[in-house]
C-alpha cells in the first residue's frame, strides 16, 4: 500500500519542480502541496474505501487547478502547460474514474464528471462517460434526458438526441416524461431551423417543410397516447410544451380535437376544452376587454358542458375554472366578476345537490376574500349537515359564526355539536384552539366553564392544550391559592412539561416564593417525564444552585437520582451538560 502510494507521489515531482521554476509556486507550497497530497493518497489505499475521500481528493485537486489558473493569469506565464496543467486534469480524470468503479450506483460522482467535462469542453470524454453511465443504469430516465440535451445542445446534433431518446424508449417503455422530452425536442429542433431560415433565407430548408411545421412532434404525440390511451391528463400535458412556439397552434387544435374526441364524457377533458381560451389570453400582452370577452366564453363553454355532464366532477372543475380565473384577472373589476360567477354557480350546485367537500372549502376561501362572509351563514347548515363527517367544513362553520359576531351562545351550541361529532379525530385539537382562542377574546365570561370542559375531552392532545391554556388563564385571572388548587388537579396524566414550566415560573414570580411549592412541581414534572427529558433535570438543579431560596446541598443528591432515573443513552449527555453548566464537582 505504501510503496504504490509512495510511487505515485515520485510521479509528481517533476511537476512541482515545475511550478517552482516558472514561479508559480515557493517551496514552501509545494511542500504543503505534496503534504496533502500524500494524506489523500494513503487514505485511498485504505481497505475500507469511502467515497468522501475520492470526493476530496478531486475537490483539493480542483482548487490547485484553479489557483493555477489564477497565477498564470497574474504573472501572464504561459509555460509547461503540459507538465502542470495537464498532469492536475489527468489526476482529476483518473481520481473520477477510480470513484465512479468503486462506487457504480453514485449518480453524483458521474454527473460531478461529466460537470466537470462539460466544463472543460471535452466532448468525446463525455460521450465515454455517459456510454459507461448508461451501461449501468439504463432505467434511469432522467440520465437519457441529460445525455440527449447534450448532443442538442452542447453537440448540435438533434439526430443523436433524437436516437437517444428513442433508445431510451426502449428501455423505459412506461416512461411518460421520455415521451414528453422527444416532443419538446422535436419541436426545438423546428423552432432552430426556422429561425436559421429568416435569418439565411436558405432556400433548401423549403424541402423540410414536415420538420419546420413540427409534424415531428405530432408523430411522437400520436405514439405516446396510443402507449397511454386512458391518461387524460397526460394527453394535455402536451397542450403545454406546445406555447413557447409561435408555430405550433395547429398542433394544439389537433391535440384538443383528439383529447375531445378520445375521451367523449369525461369531466376533465370537457373543462380543459371549455377552458382553452384561459392560457392564451393570460399573457401579459392582453388587454382587459380581450380577457373579459374570453372569461365570459369560458363560462359559456362550461355551461354547455354542465347540460351534457351535470356530474359533481364537473361542477368542480367549473368552480376550479372560476378561481383560477379570479387569479389571472387584470383588473379588481375582472376579479370580482369571476368571484361573483363562482358564488353563483356555487349556489346552483347547492339547489343541484352537486356539491362536494372541496367545493365547500373553495366557497368559504372566496367568502373570506371578498369580505362576504355573512352569505354564507344560510348555507353552510346545510352543507353540514350533508357533510356530518367533514371536520373541515364545521370548522368554517365556526369560522363564519365568529366573524359575523354571532351570539356566543349560537357558537357554543355549533361547537357542541361538532364535539358529538368528532369526538375521536385527530383534527381535535384544532378545533378546540380555534375556539379557545375565540372565546378568551369575545366572551370572557364563558371561557371558565369551556376550559373546565376541556380538561375531560376525549383526545388526548386536546386536554394537554385545554390544560395548558386553562393554568395560563387562570394565572392572570386567579389569586395564588386558586392557582396553586387548580395546578394539583390539572397535573395529573394526560400532562406536558410545558403545564409544570409555567406553574413553575409562576410560583418563583411571586413576591415571596414558596420554595417548597417549586420543588413539589419538579418533583411531579420528574414521576412524569424523568426518565426521558434531560432538561427538566437541568432546570431543577440550576434552581437549587443558583435561586436564593434553593438548598445547594440538595444538587449532589438531585444528580445521583438524575443518573439512576435516566434512560441509559441520556445519562452521558446528562453528564456532559452538567460539566458545561460548571457542576462536574458534585460527583466528587
Not at 37 to 55: I, Q, S, V
Amino acid at each position: 500500500m505504501a510503496e504504490n502510494a509512495e510511487r505515485t507521489l515520485q510521479d509528481m515531482i517533476p511537476e512541482m519542480k515545475g511550478m517552482e521554476k516558472i514561479g508559480l509556486f515557493t517551496v514552501e507550497e509545494t511542500r504543503k502541496i505534496m503534504k496533502k497530497r500524500r494524506e489523500f493518497e494513503y487514505k485511498l489505499r485504505r481497505k475500507t474505501k469511502e467515497k468522501k475521500d475520492f470526493m476530496s481528493y478531486i475537490e483539493y485537486e480542483k482548487s490547485v487547478l484553479d489557483l493555477v489558473k489564477l497565477r498564470r493569469n497574474k504573472s501572464k506565464c504561459v509555460g509547461l502547460r503540459k507538465e502542470i496543467d495537464v498532469c492536475i486534469v489527468r489526476r482529476i480524470h483518473k481520481l473520477y474514474e477510480l470513484a465512479c468503479s468503486r462506487f457504480p450506483g453514485s449518480l453524483e460522482v458521474w454527473r460531478e464528471h461529466i460537470d466537470f467535462c462539460q466544463k472543460r469542453k471535452e466532448r468525446a470524454a463525455v460521450e465515454m462517460i455517459f456510454s459507461h453511465l448508461m451501461r449501468l443504469h439504463s432505467h434511469n430516465e432522467d440520465l437519457w434526458v441529460l445525455w440527449a440535451k447534450h448532443e442538442m445542445h452542447d453537440n448540435l446534433s438533434p439526430a443523436n438526441a433524437r436516437q437517444l431518446l428513442q433508445r431510451a424508449l426502449r428501455s423505459n417503455p412506461e416512461s411518460k416524461k421520455l415521451y414528453k422530452e422527444l416532443f419538446c425536442m422535436e419541436l426545438q429542433y423546428a423552432d432552430k431551423l426556422r429561425k436559421r431560415q429568416e435569418v439565411l433565407n436558405v432556400a433548401e430548408l423549403q424541402a423540410q417543410s414536415t420538420i419546420l411545421k413540427g409534424e415531428l412532434s405530432l408523430v411522437v404525440y400520436k405514439n405516446a397516447v396510443e402507449k397511454f390511451a386512458n391518461d387524460v391528463e397526460f394527453c394535455l400535458s402536451f397542450v403545454d410544451l406546445c406555447l413557447p412556439f409561435d408555430f405550433t397552434p395547429w398542433i394544439v387544435d389537433y391535440i384538443y380535437k383528439d383529447v375531445e374526441e378520445r375521451f367523449e364524457g369525461d369531466e376533465v377533458a370537457t373543462a380543459a376544452v371549455a377552458k382553452r381560451p384561459l392560457p392564451a389570453t393570460s399573457a401579459s400582452d392582453v388587454g382587459s376587454k380581450v380577457l373579459a370577452t374570453a372569461m365570459n366564453e369560458i363560462c359559456e363553454n362550461f355551461e354547455n358542458a354542465l347540460r351534457k355532464l351535470p356530474t359533481e366532477r364537473m361542477w368542480e372543475l367549473y368552480l376550479n375554472s372560476c378561481v383560477e380565473m379570479a387569479k389571472i384577472a387584470k383588473s379588481s373589476k375582472l376579479a370580482n366578476w369571476a368571484c361573483d360567477q363562482f358564488l353563483k354557480v356555487f349556489l346552483r350546485a347547492v339547489e343541484d345537490e352537486k356539491v362536494t367537500e372541496n367545493m365547500v372549502l373553495s366557497w368559504a376561501d372566496v367568502l373570506l376574500k371578498t369580505g362576504q362572509v355573512r352569505l354564507g351563514l344560510d348555507i353552510i347548515p346545510l352543507l353540514t349537515n350533508k357533510f356530518k363527517r367533514s371536520l373541515n367544513i364545521w370548522i368554517w362553520q365556526l369560522k363564519l359564526q365568529m366573524l359575523c359576531n354571532v351570539d356566543a351562545n349560537v357558537v357554543l351550541s355549533t361547537f357542541q355539536d361538532t364535539l358529538k361529532n368528532f369526538d375521536k379525530k385527530k383534527e381535535y385539537l384544532s378545533l378546540w384552539k380555534i375556539v379557545t382562542d375565540w372565546c378568551i377574546v369575545s366572551c370572557p365570561d364563558k371561557i371558565a366553564d369551556l376550559l373546565e370542559e376541556g380538561t375531560n375531552c376525549g383526545q388526548r392532545a386536546a386536554r394537554v392544550f385545554v390544560k395548558e391554556s386553562y393554568l395560563d388563564w387562570a394565572c392572570h385571572h386567579f389569586d395564588i391559592k386558586s392557582v396553586r388548587k387548580l395546578f394539583k388537579r390539572l397535573s395529573v396524566a394526560p400532562v406536558s412539561l410545558n403545564l409544570f414550566y409555567k406553574y413553575i415560573n409562576f410560583e418563583l414570580s411571586q413576591f415571596h416564593p414558596k420554595i417548597e411549592k417549586v420543588r413539589f412541581a419538579y418533583e411531579s414534572a420528574i414521576l412524569e417525564f424523568g426518565s426521558s427529558d434531560i432538561d427538566i433535570w437541568m432546570k431543577y438543579l440550576d434552581m437549587e444552585m443558583r435561586h436564593p431560596l434553593g438548598d445547594p446541598a440538595a444538587v449532589r443528591i438531585l444528580y445521583n437520582k438524575a443518573k439512576r432515573t435516566l434512560r441509559e443513552p441520556l445519562v452521558d449527555a446528562f453528564i456532559e451538560q452538567s460539566v458545561r453548566y460548571n457542576m462536574a464537582t458534585i460527583s466528587s
